[in-house]
């Protein structure tokens, strides 16, 4: 089954708002990355943190982890209509060599002008 | 960047037939490539991981006689979809790690294939 579960499935707001993203996991993890997929297209990394930090930050992105719920959420501020794509996040299993991806089930993520 | 090519970008072919999509890495070798499956409006589900000059390594689930996969160099793997039905018909991805040490992969663009 799945790694990680997400919520919303699907999330509509106005452009300038900020919209929130959860990812929760089941496994231990070693890092958990957020990609970013536009309809049709391929995925696009966004940000990676690590199993040992709690927050991070890139441009218009925040995200967080906490590993004691097996969680993570992703913050984009000042949503533009060119956020408009599913979010997806993943992550490895040491157990599994920490080779491969597993991908949570996504977020459609609409800015409406 | 790091950048990851497909080929073809979307392909129709008849049911029974045979179906060759190409992954390249562009800018840098790949000893690691994945091969990915996506439903529409569904997450991404990991079909097998490819090591240059190695057999891949299929998922439960996944048929390799009907998936065959080749990576015959650090910039090229190939999967073919064989006596392809119509619930084949996906979205595949790949993408592609720079090194051993490296967590991050690169993904392509996607081929769309609808077999009739």
């Known amino acids: 089954s799945q790694q990680g579960e997400e919520d919303p499935q699907a999330l509509s707001i106005q452009e300038g708002e900020n919209a929130t993203m959860n990812c929760s ?3 231990s993890i ?5 990609y970013r997929q536009n309809s049709g297209r391929g995925l696009v990394h ?3 943190i690590r199993s040992n930090e709690r927050e991070k930050h890139s441009g218009r992105l925040r995200v ?4 004691s719920k097996k969680s993570s959420s ?10 408009t794509a599913s979010y997806f996040c993943a992550t490895d299993n040491p157990l599994q060599g920490a080779q491969k991806l597993v991908f949570g089930q996504g977020t459609r993520l609409t800015i409406n002008p | 960047g790091a950048v990851v090519s497909q080929h073809p970008s979307w392909v129709i072919c008849k049911s029974g037939t045979s179906v060759k999509i190409e992954c390249r890495s562009l800018d840098f070798q790949a000893t690691t490539m994945f091969w990915y499956r996506q439903f529409p409006k569904q997450s991404l589900m990991l079909m097998a991981t490819s090591n240059e000059g190695s057999k891949a390594t299929y998922e439960q689930g996944v048929e390799k006689d009907k998936f065959l996969i080749n990576h015959a ?3 090229l793997s190939t999967l073919t979809v064989t006596s392809a039905h119509p619930e084949d018909s996906s979205f595949y991805i790949c993408s592609a790690r720079v090194g051993r040490g490296s967590v991050e992969q690169y993904f392509g663009p996607g081929t769309r294939l609808t077999v009739t």
């Open chain 1, 64 to 67: 967080t982890l906490d590993t």
């Open chain 2, 73 to 75: 160099s650090l910039t």
């Open chain 1, 25 to 27: 996991y089941k496994t």
């Open chain 1, 30 to 34: 070693n890092n958990l990355q957020w």
């Open chain 1, 74 to 83: 992703l913050l984009i501020t000042a949503s533009r209509a060119a956020d």
């Open chain 1, 46 to 48: 966004l940000i990676l």
